[in-house]
């Protein structure tokens, strides 16, 4: 899970560098990243193993706070670490889904899937609020890493 994370940070920094340096394009993001490992020989089956990390690192996070691997406790600030990696590993396993997608020619045209997730997080009755935890999460793992 660790190294097909790293594999997907590492593809983002690359394609950033382009957009910065190169001709231009859309600002890189995960998706993208994947998008440039479908296209590489053996792009399907490299996706393929990177799905089953990233599955296995959504596992192990629901594992570290649900058994609380790193003893942060029950206090509320110690639950909001514990929510946060729950929240990181479903982040990791909605990528590993579309690395999955992409493995099986399922996916790909669109290129909208983080939009998709939003438009669909927003019909819900807390919709922005979820989305404002969602985003607030994503930017914490981002300092984080």
Known sequence: GYAAIGVVYILVGILALRVAFGPGGDAPDQESAL?????????????????VGLFGYLIWRI???VLDLRDKGSEP??????????????????????????????????????QEWT????????????VVAAALCVGGTAVYQ
């Open 35 to 51: 998008q440039q490992i479908l296209g590489a020989p053996f792009g399907r089956a490299v996706l393929g193993v990177a799905a």
């Open 119 to 130: 438009a669909r997080l927003m019909e819900l009755p807390l919709g922005r609020w979820l």
């Open 63 to 65: 594992i570290e706070a």
């Open 77 to 114: 600030q110690g639950l909001g670490a514990r929510a946060g990696y729950i929240a990181s590993g479903l982040a990791y396993g909605a990528l590993g889904v579309e690395a999955a997608r992409l493995a099986m020619g399922m996916g790909g045209g669109s290129g909208g899937g983080q």
